[in-house]
């Protein structure tokens, strides 16, 4: 198991920009695909972005080009930068890890097992 902690979030206005991230510890945290999903209010959870131990990403089509998943290994930390933000984007976001030796990217929820309290993201109109 690894233990997830998000900072980050914020109140935004639209156009702008917000870097979340995402601090692991726990396990060998290279092990992990690192995922980033977001709920707003009244909806499902869905899938944002994951990234690969050697920086393969996946976005999901709402967010490409606007967003960029990357991560530190050495620092054992994700992050989300989240540009052109609209009101849309507002949710709270949580990061999740999935252990994958294979490193397969997978957007399912219930995929990833661990997962962070996530972090307010706002953006006013």
């Known amino acids: 198991q690894v233990q997830l902690i998000e900072s980050g979030g914020g109140l935004v206005q639209a156009g702008g920009s917000l870097r979340l991230s995402c601090a692991a510890s726990g396990r060998t945290f290279s092990n992990y695909v690192m995922a980033w999903f977001r709920q707003a209010p009244g909806r499902e959870r869905e899938f944002v972005a994951a990234?690969?131990?050697?920086?393969?990403?996946y976005y999901a089509d709402s967010v490409k080009g606007r967003f960029t998943i990357s991560r530190d290994n050495a620092k054992n930390t994700v992050y989300l930068q989240m540009n052109s933000l609209n009101p849309v984007d507002t949710a709270v976001y949580y990061c999740a890890a999935r252990l994958s030796i294979s490193q397969r990217i997978v957007t399912g929820r219930e995929e990833y097992a661990d997962w962070g309290q996530g972090t307010q993201v706002t953006v006013s109109s």
């Open positions: 990234i690969t131990r050697s920086g393969r990403t």
